[in-house]
C-alpha cells in the first residue's frame, strides 16, 4: 500500500479555523501568567529575604534584653539598644536593659543616645551617657597603707570601679565621683579613683597606676599599652559595623516596603475590573496601543440576525417578546459590517463565491493574513495607530493608514459594540443594554490580535 | 526484513526564514504562522497516533505551547528541520498523554471503526464500493496496528506518513535507530498481513 492510498484510508481530524488564534491567545496568556508569577514569586521573595535579614540582623542593632557572659577570650557583645561591650579574657558582666553589673574585669563600653546607661560595678554605679570609655576593675595599694573602700562613681559619658579603679575615655566626657570629690575627664584623657579620691593622670602616673593595679580578672596581664592599641581598632571597626548594619537596615526596610506595595497593587491593592474585559475604555486602549494589540468583540455576523432561544432568553431575564428587539439588533449589526468585510475578503481573494463561503469571521482573518503577507510593516502600523486613536494619544490617523484594509476592517470591528449597545437601548435603555450587549448568553465573537511591541523596538 | 532507507532528502525550507526568526523572538504574528503552517500536519500525527476525537484539538494545542516555549533553542542553521522538531514535540506529546492515561489506547481502535466514531464513517467516495473497500482499508489498519503499543504506532507514522528518517524517529522516541527500524517494519509488516487477509476475504 503506498502513502497515498493509506492517507486516504486513514482519515483525521481536521483544526477548527481558530485553531491558530486560540493557539497564541494561550501561549500569550501562558506567557503573561508566567511572567506574573515570576514577579510575584520575585517580589514574594525578595520580601522574604528582606523579612529574614531584618530578623537576622535586627537583634544585633536592637540585642537582646538581658543575659550574661564570661569571656574566656575577648568577646564583642551587644548590651542593649545602644551599648556595645568589649570584654578581655575573665571580664565578667550580665545585664538587663540599660543597665550592667560588671563584678570584676576589663571592659569596654560604646554608649550611644541621650539616655542614662549604668555599669554596677562591687563599688558602686557608673552612669554614662554616649561616650566611648574603659573600666579596669581591681585592687591597689591605698594610700596611706590602708585598703581602698567601696566608691561609687557617677560619670556623665562614664566608668566605674570598685576598690582601685582606672579610667580612660576614647570619645566624650566622663565624669568621676567619690565621696570627696569629682572630676571630669575628656576624650584623650585617663583618671583614677580610689581612696584618696577622684583625681585625672598624666601619663606617667598613668602607666605606674596601670602597673601597680592587680587585675582579678587576668592574672596574665600584658603590655596595657599594646591592648589600647588593639581595643581602639575593635572601636573603629564596631563603629563602621553599626553604621553598615544600620544603613542594611534602611535598605531592607525601603525594599521591604516596596515589595509589600508592589505585591498589593498586583493583588488585592487594584481595585476590580467592572467591566467586561472587551468593554475596553481610553485606558485599556492606551495599554494596547503600546504593544500594537486590537482587541474587540463583536456581535455574531447573520443576515437574518440572531436572537436567543428561549431557555437563554430566560437565563437572560427576559420575557419571549424581547427576542425580536435583539434580533433587529444583530442584524443591523451585520448590514453595518459585513459589507465592508466582504468587499475587504474580496480583494484579498478575488472569488465572491469562496469569500460567502468563508463568512465574516473567517474573511477577518483571511483579510488581515493577507495584508500582513503583503505589507507587515503597513499592517502594523495600521493597527497600532488604531490603537493609538482609541486611546486619545492621537488625533487622527495618517492618510496612507486611513486607507489601508487592515485599518479599515479593524476600524469597522472596534466601533460596532457602541453601536449595537446603540440600537439595543432603543429597547432595553443604555444600562441593560450594556449589559446585554456583553452578556455570556449573547452571540458574540472576540479575537484579539497581537501587536510588534513597544514602537522602536 | 526489507530494506529500509536510514534518511529522508531534506527538502527547502518549511518556514520562511524571516518568520522563522521572529517565531523564535516570540513575535505572535510570527507564532500564528508557524501554526497556521503546521497545524495539519500536526493534527493528522495525532489523530494516527491516538485515534481521532476531541483530544486532539488539546493535545495539538499542547504541542505547539510547547514549542513555543522550546522555539527560542531550535537551531534553524541545524541538522534538524523544523517540521521534524516539531512531529517530535507532538510525538512525545501523544506518548505521555497515554502513559498518563489522559487518552486510551482503545480511542485509536475505536475511531478507525468506520460509523463508530461521528464522522469517522463519513468519506467523500464516489461509489458504494469505494465506501466499502475503505470501510474494509480501516478495519485492517485498526486491526494491525491497534494491537501495537503506541510508541510502535509513532514510528511506522513518522516513518511513512510523515517522512522521518529512522535515526529522526529513534531520537524522537529516545530509542536506538536500528530500534526504530524494527518498529517500523513490524508495523508495515503486520499491516501488509492485515490488508492481504482483506484481500483474500473480499
Known sequence: MDKSKLEAAWPVD????????????????????????????????????????????????LSSGSGSTIASARETITLSRRATAVLEPGASVSWRGDSVDQPRGEVFYRVDGEKSFKVVTPAGTVEVVGTCFRVQVGSGPAAGGRDVKREVLSASGGAVLAALAIVTVYEGKVQLS?????????????????????????????????????????????????????LAGDIAGLNRRLKSLEAEKAKLQRELLGAETELARRTDGKPPRDR??????????????????????????????????????????????????????YQKSYERLWPGIEALCMQAIGKKDVVQA??????????????????????????????????????AVDPAVAEHPVYKLFSALTSEMPRFESDLAQSFGPAEAKRLAYAEGMCGARSTFGGPGPRGK | MMALPMAAPHPEPELDPGVLERCRAGDPLAFRAFVVRFERPVFSLLSRVLGRGPHI??????????AHRA???????????????????ATRVAIDAVRRRRVSERLFVQSLDAGEHPGAGASSSESPERDAELRRVRRAIA??????????????????????????????????????????????????DALAAYREVT
Not at chain 1, 580578672?217 to 600584658?222: G, I, L, M, S
Not at chain 1, 486602549?285 to 443576515?303: D, F, H, N, Q
Not at chain 1, 430566560?314 to 435583539?326: N, Q, R, T
Not at chain 2, 493535545?59 to 505547539?64: I, K, M, P, S, Y
Request: hydrophobic share 40%.
Open chain 2, 71 to 89: 522555539l527560542p533553542g531550535f537551531e534553524p542553521r541545524g541538522t534538524a528541520k523544523l517540521s521534524t522538531w516539531l512531529y517530535t514535540i
Open chain 1, 178 to 230: 567619690s565621696a570627696k570629690e569629682r572630676v571630669t575627664l575628656g576624650a584623650g584623657e585617663s583618671g583614677r579613683l580610689g581612696p584618696d579620691g577622684a583625681k585625672k593622670l598624666g601619663p606617667d602616673e598613668l602607666a605606674r597606676a596601670q602597673s601597680g593595679l592587680k587585675g582579678d580578672a587576668d592574672p596574665d596581664k600584658v603590655d596595657l599599652s599594646r591592648a589600647n592599641d588593639s
Open chain 2, 143 to 192: 486491526g494491525a496496528l491497534g494491537e501495537l503499543p503506541v510508541d510502535q504506532r509513532a514510528a511506522f507514522v513518522l516513518y511513512e506518513l510523515h517522512g522521518m528518517s529512522l535515526p529522526e524517529i529513534g531520537d524522537a522516541l529516545k530509542i536506538p535507530a536500528a530500534t526504530a527500524k524494527t518498529r517500523v517494519f513490524r508495523a508495515r509488516q503486520k499491516l501488509q
Open chain 2, 57 to 66: 484539538d488539546d493535545l495539538a494545542q499542547e504541542t505547539f505551547i510547547k
Open chain 1, 276 to 329: 467586561n474585559e472587551f468593554d475596553l475604555d481610553q485606558e485599556d486602549w492606551a495599554e494596547l496601543a503600546e504593544s500594537g494589540t486590537i482587541k474587540y468583540r463583536v456581535p455574531c455576523m447573520k443576515a437574518d440576525g440572531w436572537s436567543p432561544p428561549a431557555d437563554k432568553l430566560d437565563a437572560l431575564g427576559l420575557s419571549p417578546d424581547d427576542a425580536e428587539s435583539i434580533r433587529a439588533a
Open chain 1, 358 to 395: 468563508l463568512g465574516p469571521d473567517t474573511c477577518t482573518h483571511v483579510v488581515t493574513d493577507a495584508e500582513r503577507r503583503k505589507d507587515a510593516k503597513g499592517a502594523t502600523e495600521a493597527m497600532r495607530q488604531l490603537a493609538e486613536l482609541r486611546a486619545g494619544t492621537r488625533a
Open chain 1, 14 to 61: 481536521e483544526p477548527s479555523p481558530d485553531f491558530a488564534q486560540r493557539a497564541v491567545l494561550r501561549v500569550s496568556r501562558n506567557r503573561a501568567r508566567r511572567r506574573q508569577r515570576t514577579t510575584a514569586a520575585g517580589l514574594v521573595a525578595v520580601a522574604m529575604v528582606a523579612a529574614a535579614l531584618v530578623v537576622v540582623f535586627w537583634p544585633q542593632l
